[in-house]
């Protein structure tokens, strides 16, 4: 059975950091390309960023150079570094498969507000 717990989330002010985490069970994240995804108040459920099995990256305009998605294979865990961060990428983050119809988790919610 796959499991995702997304953890990491918090409050910031504009221009500061955050790593969110993704952590699976039931699945080999290593074997699988993974996505990042939020959504906000009264949005649909957006595309951030996705990392393939090649480990090439893959990146929403509206994040590219400020966001940086990455695995540890060892841990089954995969990372959302987000700098310079904007008020609105307030937003739940989710993590999941681009192919695969996974659970989906609780997601872990970001907040950027002065």
């Known amino acids: 059975q796959v499991q995702l717990v997304e953890s990491g989330g918090g409050l910031v002010q504009p221009g500061g950091s955050l790593r969110v985490s993704c952590a699976a069970s039931g699945i080999l994240l290593g074997a699988n390309s993974m996505v990042w995804y939020r959504q906000a108040p009264g949005k649909q459920r957006e595309f951030v960023a996705c990392?393939?099995?090649?480990?090439?990256?893959f990146y929403a305009d509206s994040v590219k150079g400020r966001f940086t998605i990455s695995r540890d294979n060892a841990k089954n865990t995969v990372y959302l570094q987000m700098n310079s961060l904007k008020v609105e990428d307030t937003a739940v983050y989710y993590c999941n498969s681009p192919y695969q119809s996974w659970p989906w988790g609780q997601g872990t919610q970001v907040t950027v507000s002065s």
């Open positions: 990392v393939y099995t090649s480990g090439s990256t």
